[in-house]
């Protein structure tokens, strides 16, 4: 079958149950298929090709033994942030390029014992840190909708596998933006989850605060399939959080679209460097929903302006502390020839870490450092709480926020944008990270460059299930989700 590729997880949980195809097929098609396209879109750091195949043999024997789960045989590609053992596992930095964990990432165990193929580890930016997906060590990983353009980042190696059909789906991870807005770069559906549902044991830390895993698929319903392996408590992460998971599939149809409120932020409308295309395509997807059913209501988030300085102080300090342990000493990347201790850890430091890596532990230390503590890292906390607020406020009177993902559609490579502009991107995405709601992206239609375009909604806490549901019934009415670039549309 040549056509395996097209097929959505349902479908493709069907043929296997049904033997119309074997997990073995299913991942030889798949490993052809990056053989042939990854050298354009050069998304795949390593494929573990020699292992897909026995993993997926395993799976074929157990579905012909009655032992299946749903997604059992099914491929599935892991940002390179989460271990796995025996595989490299770079965090997308030279600091780690020979790094090979002694044991899997929750998340990757979970995939596993749901009988996950994996295919490979995906490129991302460096540390999770970025919104292109251009790496120092690894290069830039391409948009398939235009190759010349960003996927965006730092899951951008997630997002251009599935958009490429080069995996069905992917995992992703979001601190501040890095599901949501890859996933609007590329046409995709992308889940970021309650801070707390997802396991972050084995994800490479980056703001443990604010880090979080979740799917990143064609639809909602693609993404609530692996959603039902990712959530759950789990005891070797102590901010995971024990409440019991929802079945995000059977909840598909579970909320009501008619009389849903759905506030829409004055603030977020008005933000300078909102693209005209990003912009009307939004307000489209928000009159098809009142279509729909759903009611518009204009709400106030006062704390707009804060949201970027607030997370780029939080942020950076967070990593200047989780990064200290990357000292050329126990593991990791190590200088040649050091003339004594300090000279080891300051040139494996400087050697193995990129430049945006770098900048943020100087920023991050700084703001830390004694006498700045209070008037950066303590003071961005007091903000912090007061934005997390104006959201709780905002949610008395309704029950989901829409917004844009990003300001803007894929930039293109090498543009070039300076700190402060590249920060400015996330203007959408950070503030559901430091307040730790869920939201959800959704395709909702192209620029005038044919490149996609994504709406944002944010949920209440643990409102997984109404994201999902409310983006699944809206993909049943409209078919942007469906729209594949015409690299995905080659053959192997
Ligand atoms: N672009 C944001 C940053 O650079 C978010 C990254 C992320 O969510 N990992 O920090």
């Given at each position: 079958?040549?056509?395996?590729?097209r097929l959505?997880?349902?479908e493709?949980?069907?043929?296997?149950?049904?033997?119309k195809?074997?997990?073995r097929?299913?991942?030889?098609?798949?490993?052809?298929?990056?053989?042939?396209?990854?050298t354009?879109v050069?998304?795949y750091?390593?494929?573990?090709?020699?292992?897909?195949?026995?993993?997926?043999?395993?799976?074929?024997a157990?579905?012909k033994?009655?032992?299946?789960?749903?997604?059992?045989?099914?491929?599935?590609?892991?940002?390179?942030?989460?271990?796995?053992?025996?595989?490299?596992?770079?965090?997308?930095?030279?600091?780690?390029?020979?790094?090979?964990?002694?044991?899997?990432?929750?998340?990757?165990?979970?995939?596993?014992?749901?009988?996950?193929v994996?295919?490979?580890?995906?490129?991302m930016?460096?540390?999770?840190?970025?919104?292109?997906?251009?790496?120092?060590?690894?290069?830039?990983?391409?948009?398939?909708?235009n190759l010349?353009?960003?996927?965006?980042?730092?899951?951008?190696?997630?997002?251009?596998v599935?958009a490429?059909?080069?995996?069905?789906?992917?995992?992703?991870?979001?601190?501040?933006?890095?599901?949501?807005?890859?996933?609007?770069?590329?046409?995709?559906?992308?889940?970021?989850?309650?801070?707390?549902?997802?396991?972050?044991?084995?994800?490479?830390?980056?703001?443990?605060?604010?880090d979080?895993?979740?799917?990143?698929?064609?639809?909602a319903?693609?993404?609530?399939?692996?959603m039902?392996?990712?959530?759950?408590?789990d005891?070797?992460?102590?901010?995971?959080?024990?409440?019991?998971?929802d079945?995000?599939?059977?909840?598909?149809?579970?909320?009501?679209?008619?009389?849903?409120?759905?506030?829409?932020?004055?603030q977020?409308?008005?933000?300078?460097?909102?693209?005209?295309?990003?912009?009307?395509?939004?307000?489209?997807?928000?009159?098809?929903?009142?279509?729909?059913?759903?009611?518009?209501?204009?709400?106030?988030?006062?704390?707009?302006?804060?949201?970027?300085?607030?997370?780029?102080?939080?942020?950076?300090?967070?990593?200047?502390?989780?990064?200290?342990?990357?000292?050329?000493?126990?593991?990791?990347?190590?200088?040649?020839?050091?003339?004594?201790?300090?000279?080891?850890?300051?040139?494996?430091?400087?050697?193995?870490?990129?430049?945006e890596?770098?900048?943020?532990?100087?920023?991050?230390?700084?703001?830390?450092?004694?006498g700045?503590?209070?008037a950066?890292?303590?003071?961005?906390?007091?903000?912090?709480?007061?934005?997390?607020?104006?959201?709780?406020?905002?949610?008395?009177?309704?029950?989901?926020?829409?917004?844009?993902?990003?300001p803007?559609?894929?930039?293109?490579?090498?543009?070039?944008?300076?700190?402060?502009?590249?920060?400015?991107?996330?203007?959408?995405?950070?503030?559901?990270?430091?307040?730790?709601?869920?939201?959800?992206?959704?395709?909702?239609?192209?620029d005038?460059?044919?490149?996609?375009?994504g709406?944002?909604?944010?949920?209440?806490y643990?409102?997984e299930?109404?994201?999902l549901?409310?983006?699944?019934?809206?993909?049943?009415?409209?078919d942007?989700?469906?729209?594949?670039?015409?690299?995905?549309?080659?053959?192997?």
């Open positions: 079958m040549s056509d395996l590729h959505s997880i349902r493709l949980s069907e043929g296997l149950a049904q033997a195809f074997s997990s097929e299913l991942t030889e098609h798949y490993l052809k298929r990056i053989a042939k396209i990854d354009q050069q998304s750091i390593t494929v573990t090709a020699e292992q897909a195949l026995a993993q997926a043999d395993a799976a074929d157990a579905i033994a009655g032992h299946a789960t749903t997604l059992t045989g099914l491929p599935i590609a892991h940002k390179d942030i989460f271990c796995t053992q025996g595989i490299k596992t770079t965090a997308g930095s030279k600091m780690l390029d020979n790094f090979i964990s002694p044991y899997d990432a929750t998340v990757v165990a979970k995939g596993k014992a749901a009988g996950l994996t295919l490979g580890k995906v490129n930016d460096e540390f999770a840190m970025g919104s292109t997906s251009e790496n120092p060590h690894f290069g830039s990983t391409k948009n398939p909708w010349e353009h960003v996927p965006g980042g730092s899951s951008g190696g997630s997002a251009a599935v490429a059909d080069l995996a069905p789906f992917a995992t992703g991870t979001d601190t501040g933006g890095s599901i949501r807005q890859p996933a609007s770069f590329c046409g995709l559906t992308g889940l970021k989850p309650t801070y707390g549902r997802v396991s972050r044991f084995g994800m490479i830390a980056y703001a443990s605060s604010m979080q895993g979740g799917p990143m698929a064609r639809s319903e693609d993404c609530a399939y692996l039902n392996v990712m959530a759950g408590h005891a070797k992460d102590s901010t995971s959080v024990q409440k019991e998971v079945d995000y599939v059977a909840n598909l149809n579970g909320t009501s679209v008619k009389g849903l409120r759905i506030g829409i932020p004055k977020y409308f008005n933000v300078q460097g909102l693209d005209a295309d990003v912009k009307a395509r939004v307000e489209e997807s928000l009159k098809k929903l009142e279509e729909m059913g759903a009611t518009l209501v204009e709400i106030d988030l006062n704390m707009t302006e804060a949201y970027v300085p607030t997370y780029y102080l939080i942020a950076p300090a967070e990593a200047s502390s989780n990064l200290q342990r990357f000292d050329g000493v126990r593991y990791g990347y190590r200088c040649e020839n050091p003339v004594d201790l300090m000279d080891l850890y300051k040139r494996s430091r400087s050697e193995g870490f990129g430049t890596v770098q900048r943020r532990i100087l920023i991050g230390t700084y703001a830390l450092s004694a700045y503590y209070d950066y890292y303590v003071k961005a906390q007091k903000v912090r709480r007061l934005i997390q607020q104006d959201f709780l406020k905002a949610f008395e009177n309704v029950d989901m926020i829409a917004a844009p993902s990003a803007t559609t894929a930039y293109k490579i090498g543009a070039n944008l300076s700190p402060t502009e590249m920060y400015l991107g996330d203007i959408y995405t950070l503030a559901v990270n430091l307040a730790g709601l869920p939201a959800i992206n959704a395709p909702v239609g192209f005038k460059n044919n490149l996609p375009v709406l944002q909604l944010i949920g209440n643990w409102s299930s109404q994201l549901s409310v983006v699944h019934q809206y993909q049943q009415a409209t942007w989700h469906t729209k594949r670039a015409a690299i995905a549309e080659e053959n192997a």
